[in-house]
């Protein structure tokens, strides 16, 4: 295994009137193994951590936590480099599915393989996973569906039940403990632990048979992501909300890989647009109105996306999206109509309410603030390469940051 404490010294941060910035990391400018990123996870239970996430790649699996990189491979108890899906469980374990290797459990350490040969799993690849409370972990695969309990797998061949497809891409657990399926030329169905409730584009308005991607929305529809059909919403019945480009003006991608839910809405990751944003209950906008520049960042062929605890407890927004071939990207933005450039390395983003986020591109080691007559109003040692303040709503504020770059001084008006 590899620990790398990494300084970023060029990163592509991009700024616009939408207060949107957009960070690269990839193997030319970071330790990042592979520029392949297949599944992105973090902690459920930490709201405290902005930049802390497990990530799967086709050169091994990577923890980064706020500039510190671990890397580990076959050579460090991995049976496959190509990690397809990571699941982080409340009690810390990290699943990882593999694509020809089985699923790896890691904890304290330890890596332990479970595969055809000396489980009960139904299948060597395993695409995607989901939670259910207290202990359970939920497991896509090629071969059928798959739970792990206490280290014993139970599987359901889906074709056996009725079902039109055994191939599983896609899960999700409902807050009601009903599993969310989707599947391979075989759409979507519900599960409640006895009955499966199937939809199919044979008997419901589902526009694709194949399901890449779903996430679920507070009330528990799920909205999924099709690889030719664009994205759909379920809420009961025959009731469907379709998005793409025959049914939403400005729509230009059919094909998407993932959706991923954000405190105000969705995200989906497209295979030749990049990402597309939906708030409440607008339609989904391509990344071009965010005010991302385009296609350079982020990269079209979006494999994955994940966000944080941390944005749904503290209503700020920094999401994570791993590309077929560019990289890891980080979105970060806030509510708000200023952003300020302190220097070519750090950016004061403004929010409503008086919010300040700090974003440099290398770890922020002191950030303070000022009021303009001198007193102390905010002193943090940030973990990471961003932190955000809460100031007083009116008056001039001095922020002064301090990284391993040296100092600088910047002044923005709260309002």
């Not at 890397?71 to 990571?86: E, K, M, Q, W």
Request: proline share 5%; net charge neutral; with cysteine.
């Amino acid at each position: 295994m590899k620990k790398i404490l990494f300084a970023i010294l060029v990163l592509t941060v991009l700024k616009s009137s939408a207060q949107i910035a957009c960070v690269n990391l990839n193997t030319t400018n970071s330790p990042l193994p592979n520029n392949t990123i297949y599944s992105i996870s973090s902690h459920p239970l930490d709201s405290v951590s902005i930049d802390n996430i497990w990530v799967g790649t086709n050169g091994g699996l990577v923890h980064y936590n706020a500039g510190n990189w671990s890397i580990y491979t076959t050579a460090d108890g991995l049976p496959d480099n190509s990690i397809r899906s990571v699941y982080v469980a409340p009690d810390s374990t990290v699943w990882c599915g593999t694509f020809t290797s089985g699923l790896v459990k890691f904890k304290n350490g330890v890596f332990t393989t479970f595969n055809t040969a000396n489980s009960g799993l139904p299948d060597n690849f395993v695409k995607a996973f989901a939670f259910e409370a207290p202990s359970t972990v939920w497991m896509a695969t090629t071969g059928g569906l798959a739970k792990i309990k206490n280290d014993t797998i139970t599987a359901y061949n889906l074709s056996q039940l009725g079902l039109e497809s055994n191939h599983v891409a896609a899960l999700a657990v409902r807050p009601d403990g009903i599993k969310i399926i989707g599947m391979v030329n075989g759409g979507f169905a519900y599960f409640n632990d006895t009955t499966f409730t199937f939809y199919t584009n044979n008997n419901s308005g589902l526009p694709d048979n194949t399901i890449a991607g779903i996430a679920v929305d507070e009330l528990g529809n799920p909205y999924m992501a099709m690889p030719s059909g664009g994205l759909v919403a379920h809420f009961g019945g025959n009731t469907f909300q379709v998005y793409n480009q025959g049914t939403i003006p400005g729509m230009e991608s059919n094909s998407f890989r993932c959706v991923v839910k954000d405190p105000w809405g969705f995200w989906a990751g497209s295979v030749n647009k990049g990402v597309f944003r939906k708030m409440g209950t607008g339609n989904f906008i391509n990344q071009a109105n965010l005010g991302i520049v385009t296609p350079a960042v982020p990269a079209d062929f979006i494999l994955c996306g994940h966000f944080t605890p941390y944005a749904f407890k503290n209503q700020y927004l920094t999401g994570w999206f791993g590309s077929d071939q560019e990289g890891l990207y980080n979105i970060t933005a806030v509510t708000g109509v200023n952003q300020t450039p302190v220097d070519n390395s750090v950016t004061l983003w403004q929010g409503t309410n008086g919010q300040l986020l700090v974003k440099a591109d290398s770890k922020l080691l002191q950030v303070q603030a000022y009021s303009i007559d001198g007193r102390l109003l905010a002193d943090n040692q940030p973990e990471g390469t961003s932190t955000l303040l809460q100031l007083p709503n009116t008056g001039m504020v001095v922020i002064r940051t301090v990284t391993a770059k040296g100092v600088s001084v910047g002044k923005v008006v709260v309002e």
